[in-house]
């Protein structure tokens, strides 16, 4: 069963850099899978921000693109999501979650972070 865990910090200010990291307990990010982050803002669905491929190739929302970078650190089995320019509308619940082609098999617990000066 893998387990992963979110950390960082719960409050960013604004146009600040959210910094968020992912640990990947009973399996290599390095062999398999897609590991994902996902969001979901107080009221509002589940938003897809982008995959990092067990191949280091990288996958973002069109959307958060130009704002989103994914990266891992294979030695700690973590990856990590880094969002700059932060808004409040960037206030939500971050997930990290390890993914199929089509689905997600594995969801973190969640942590909130919230986006206020």
């Known amino acids: 069963q893998v387990q992963l865990q979110e950390s960082g910090p719960g409050l960013v200010k604004p146009s600040q850099t959210l910094s968020l990291t992912c640990t990947v307990s009973s399996g290599s990010i390095a062999i398999d899978y897609y590991w994902s982050w996902v969001r979901q803002p107080p009221g509002k669905g589940l938003e897809w921000i982008g995959d990092?491929?067990?191949?280091?190739?990288?996958y973002y929302s069109p959307s958060l693109k130009s704002r989103t970078s994914i990266s891992r650190d294979t030695s700690k089995n973590q990856f990590t999501l880094q969002l700059s320019s932060v808004t409040p509308e960037d206030t939500a619940v971050y997930f990290c979650?390890?993914?199929?082609?089509?689905?997600?098999?594995?969801w973190g617990q969640g942590t909130q972070v919230t986006v206020s000066s």
């Open positions: 979650a390890r993914s199929g082609v089509t689905a997600v098999l594995d």
């Open positions: 990092i491929a067990y191949s280091d190739s990288t």
